[in-house]
């Protein structure tokens, strides 16, 4: 179809174009990157990708993020690489027992002694 003289769009899409500009477009209030129609609003708050999601239950926020500040690292912390041999066995006969018998274990490979090192880091870091 031919445009007419005067007007901006052809028959077919002139009442879509009337109907646009009589619906105003606002900036979406969670991305402004986007705009939507004024009237439509709501509607798309429930659905627009920039939405904050939920959280699922295990999530904890900055749970990686270390110490924010070197003040609060306790006392008692020790680096598991600091730690003398003797104070090594120590600290697994007293954490698990069933890990101690696992490391001395002569059948255990030394990446499975290795592994079973590092649940004991794990465990002392929550002790």
Request: hydrophobic fraction near 25%.
């Given at each position: 179809m031919v445009v007419a003289a005067g007007k901006r769009f052809c028959g077919e899409h002139a009442g879509a174009a009337e109907e646009e500009d009589a619906r105003k477009r606002i900036l979406c209030p969670l991305d402004p990157k986007h705009t939507v129609y004024e009237d439509q609003l709501a509607k798309h708050l429930k659905k627009c990708n920039s939405r904050e999601k939920p959280k699922p239950d295990f999530y904890i926020q900055d749970i990686n993020a270390g110490l924010k500040d070197e003040t609060e690292i306790p006392e008692q912390l020790v680096p598991i690489?600091?730690?003398?041999?003797?104070?090594?066995?120590?600290?697994?006969?007293?954490?698990?027992?069933a890990l101690h018998s696992a490391l001395n274990d002569p059948k255990n490979s030394?990446?499975?002694?290795?592994?079973?090192?590092?649940?004991?880091?794990?465990?002392?870091?929550?002790y």
């Open positions: 690489s600091s730690l003398s041999e003797e104070q090594l066995e120590k600290l697994i006969k007293t954490l698990s027992p030394d990446s499975a002694t290795k592994h079973l090192k590092q649940q004991v880091c794990i465990g002392y870091s929550n």
